[in-house]
């Protein structure tokens, strides 16, 4: 499971509809098994079905995240008018295993967010509670 | 030697190495799909083979990230 706090899951709402139709994406930056600060990325494809991140802005996020004493627990993207399931392509470029993907769908009027794990190359749900911010 | 591997100090049980000799020691998946900062410099994949990692480095890497919904 990963806890969100309600403003992170707020915001990486709000940037998948200003980027829209491209997909937004970023890094979740938390402790303890609980997401405390969303790191928007650059999508480099500037694609309304493709993202990746520069390298070089990686390194700057992982930075931001250990100065603030937290680490890189999940990488998000928006589907803008897919589901919120990973897709092949996902699936295919997916190589961190110690990553949660979520993906944050606006195919429905109501935005729709999912966790994933990648085990053994097959991508399986992890369960996103969302909290208050503390 | 010692290094600084994603922030965290270790001891490798390496006398020496280039940076993906190291990768494979860290047991890293897909390498081919890993950036690496070496002492704040980012490397070309290429430069994995050939820079060498010498004790007191920091040495950064993070899997490529991308995707997207077709498929």
């Given amino acids: 499971m990963l806890k969100i706090r309600q403003s992170i899951r707020d915001a990486m709402i709000r940037l998948a509809i200003a980027e829209s139709p491209m997909e937004a994406c970023g890094y979740l930056a938390g402790i303890d098994g609980e997401a405390r600060l969303l790191i928007p990325m650059t999508n480099v494809d500037q694609s309304p079905e493709h993202f990746s991140f520069a390298p070089e802005e990686q390194f700057n996020a992982l930075k931001q995240a250990r100065n603030a004493g937290l680490r890189l627990i999940a990488v998000f993207h928006s589907h803008p008018s897919t589901p919120a399931r990973m897709s092949a392509e996902d699936i295919r470029l997916a190589h961190d295993p110690d990553m949660i993907y979520i993906i944050v769908s606006l195919m429905d009027a109501e935005p729709v967010i999912r966790g994933f794990r990648m085990e053994q190359k097959q991508p399986v749900e992890v369960m996103l509670e969302i909290t208050e911010d503390g | ?71």
Avoid at chain 2, 7 to 24: F, H, K, N, S
């Fill in chain 2, 1 to 71: 030697m010692k290094l600084v591997i994603n922030g965290q100090e270790e001891t490798v049980e390496l006398q020496e190495a280039t940076v993906a000799e190291l990768l494979r020691y860290k047991k890293v998946e897909m390498p081919e799909m890993v950036s690496v900062e070496y002492n704040g410099r980012f490397l070309r994949q290429a430069e994995h083979e050939t820079v060498r990692v010498k004790d007191g480095d920091r040495i950064e890497f993070l899997y490529f990230m991308g995707g997207g919904m077709a498929g």
